[in-house]
């Protein structure tokens, strides 16, 4: 069984990335954030997912780097699937997808690292200088009893594996985050991660 997670937040176009999960899978594990979600989307669960959804757990932690991402590995615990999928609510596996999962299944690795397709997919045109996040994460994994973020290792890594337990995909996430001014303002000029990875350049086709 394949199964997938994901975390949903406020993201405006989540729909889009949830179905691009939902026809990769046989079931899906969501975490709804109850502290500051949109309750519109939280409504929205059941019609996308339909058969497909296997739980959905509303969270009332603060966000953390690693907690959101244990709660819905906790999920799993009864269900013990072979493979699991977790895009962040922002993300979609790009084409090839299918084949990277096909060679993973008969490879003796762990984990499945992808990198970003640069440019990101945008509503305008505009580009970027570097891919974001600019180094591969765990986006898929071989499930096993005891599995844990805890402590955390960056770049969605599970902390059972070592550090170079993983097979990197040929395929590359979409990631949408700066798939419009709004959320592009949003992402690269809020926080303190502003201007941290890289330095923007908006461009116009």
């Known amino acids: 069984m ?102 993973f299944r008969k490879s003796d690795r762990q984990q499945l690292a992808f990198n970003y397709q640069h440019p990101a997919p945008t509503i305008d045109g505009w580009k970027h200088k570097k891919p974001y996040p600019s180094e591969p994460h765990i986006k898929a994994y071989k499930w096993k009893p005891g599995l844990t973020y805890i402590p955390y290792k960056k770049r969605a890594s599970l902390s059972n594996y070592g550090k170079f337990n993983y097979k990197m995909a040929k395929s590359k996430i979409l990631h949408y985050c700066f798939y419009t001014p709004e959320l592009r303002e949003k992402k690269l000029w809020s926080g303190p991660a502003k201007k941290k990875w890289f330095k923007m350049e908006a461009k116009k086709k």
């Open 2 to 103: 394949i199964v997938g997670l994901m975390a949903l937040c406020r993201f405006p176009y989540y729909d889009s990335c949830l179905r691009g999960l939902l026809r990769l899978v046989d079931k899906v594990y969501l975490r709804f954030d109850g502290v500051v979600g949109d309750i519109k989307i939280y409504q929205s669960i059941e019609n996308i997912c339909g058969d497909k959804l296997g739980d959905v757990y509303v969270s009332d932690s603060e966000w953390n780097a690693f907690i959101w991402r244990e709660e819905l590995l906790r999920m799993l615990d009864g269900v013990k699937p072979e493979l699991v999928l977790f895009p962040d609510e922002d993300e979609v596996f790009g084409p090839g997808i299918e084949n990277d999962l096909r060679r």
